[in-house]
Nanobody
Framework: QLQLVESGGGLVQPGGSLRLSCAAPGVTLADYTIAWFRQAPGKEREGVSCINSGGALTKHADSVKGRFTTSRENGKNMVYLQMNSLTPEDTAIYYC????????????????????WGRGTQVTVSS
């Protein structure tokens, strides 16, 4: 059973940075496309980014392009979301999710394509 665990969230000032991590104890993440989603208070969950199983391909939502970077270290069984130039609009619970449906499908960043989810980590951007 694939269980995802996010970490790295917290409180940061506007303009600051955070790096989120996604781990899957006991399971090889290299077999999956991994995505980051977020849900802000009162809003629907939205796709932030995704990375293919090998790590060579990524996709980022327009709202985070140029500020967020997604990477993975399959040798360490970890996926990361580096978030820079954070704004209050980035405040949300961030979730990592895994898909075994292949890149062409998973890159759409549709929740329905991701069958495995973590519990989320809170990111708050505030002065």
């Amino acid at each position: 059973q694939l269980q995802l665990v996010e970490s790295g969230g917290g409180l940061v000032q506007p303009g600051g940075s955070l790096r989120l991590s996604c781990a899957a104890p006991g399971v090889t993440l290299a077999d999956y496309t991994i995505a980051w989603f977020r849900q802000a208070p009162g809003k629907e969950r939205e796709g932030v980014s995704c990375i293919n199983s090998g790590g060579a391909l990524t996709k980022h939502a327009d709202s985070v392009k140029g500020r967020f970077t997604t990477s993975r270290e399959n040798g360490k069984n970890m996926v990361y979301l580096q978030m820079n130039s954070l704004t209050p609009e980035d405040t949300a619970i961030y979730y990592c999710a895994a898909s075994d449906g292949g890149w062409l499908r998973s890159r759409r960043l549709w929740e329905v394509d991701y069958g495995y989810w973590g519990r989320g980590t809170q990111v708050t951007v505030s002065s």
